[in-house]
């Protein structure tokens, strides 16, 4: 048997037509479907539903041999144990530094201000500001980031942005690109080695419909 771990959501819809090109579709519609365990037309292949999050997790355990999950959550965890053997250009979006319009992020940056930041990226951007000489105080939110810097929390955000509307509808703009994300293709290694007949044409597949 095969697991595969997705998230629903963005990832979700853009993975199915990759597992299609592999041959393989879900017995149900996802969409409708309260189960967290999908059996798909191949009997040696299922697929679970868990938190984007999540979804290195159970990889990297081997209660999943493949996942999708994307570079965001991949940078903020200790990932060991884990093959990633393909970027599969979905979900694509860019980890962005926003503020409120007005605020002068780079003059405030230049005079060595001490900026709070709120994000649920904790890690990123620790490192980001660190290799950047800013000081930072790090304020971790799960959600509505956009809310922390209009009622005072923060000073900026850093988060994804994808067409950067929810910004613009927020009074915020994106001031720095920290790093272009999109979602990877996971692979279990104890896995790769185990099962590797059954996996490595999955991951040939996923590599052609890529190309």
């Keep these: 048997m095969i697991t595969i771990a997705l998230s629903k ?10 597992l299609k090109a592999a041959g393989i579709r879900t017995a149900e519609d996802p969409g409708t479907s309260r189960k967290l365990i999908l059996q798909t037309n191949r009997r040696e292949v299922r697929i679970i539903i868990v938190r984007a999050s999540d979804v290195p ?3 990297q355990y081997g209660a999943a041999d493949l996942g999708v999950a994307g570079k965001d959550v991949l940078d903020e965890q200790d990932c060991g144990g884990l093959y990633q053997p393909l970027d599969l250009n979905i979900a694509r979006c860019r980890m962005m530094v926003a503020v409120p319009n007005g605020f002068d992020y780079q003059r405030a940056v230049r005079h060595g201000a001490r900026l709070r930041v709120a994000t649920k990226y904790v890690q990123t951007a620790r490192e980001h500001f660190a290799a950047k ?29 994808s067409s950067g509307g929810t910004l613009k509808a927020n009074n915020l703009k994106a ?18 080695k185990l099962k590797r007949g059954a996996i490595q044409p999955l991951l040939d597949a996923f590599a052609r419909a890529v190309a």
């Design 9 to 18: 959501g963005r990832i979700f819809d853009e993975t199915l037509p990759l």
């Design 57 to 59: 997790t159970y990889v």
């Design 133 to 161: 000489g800013v000081h930072v105080d790090l304020i971790k939110l799960y959600g509505s980031m956009e809310l922390a810097p209009l009622v005072g929390l923060a000073d900026a955000i850093v988060d994804l942005v």
């Design 175 to 192: 001031v720095e690109e920290i790093a272009p994300v999109s979602a990877r293709l996971i692979v279990n290694q104890a896995a790769l």
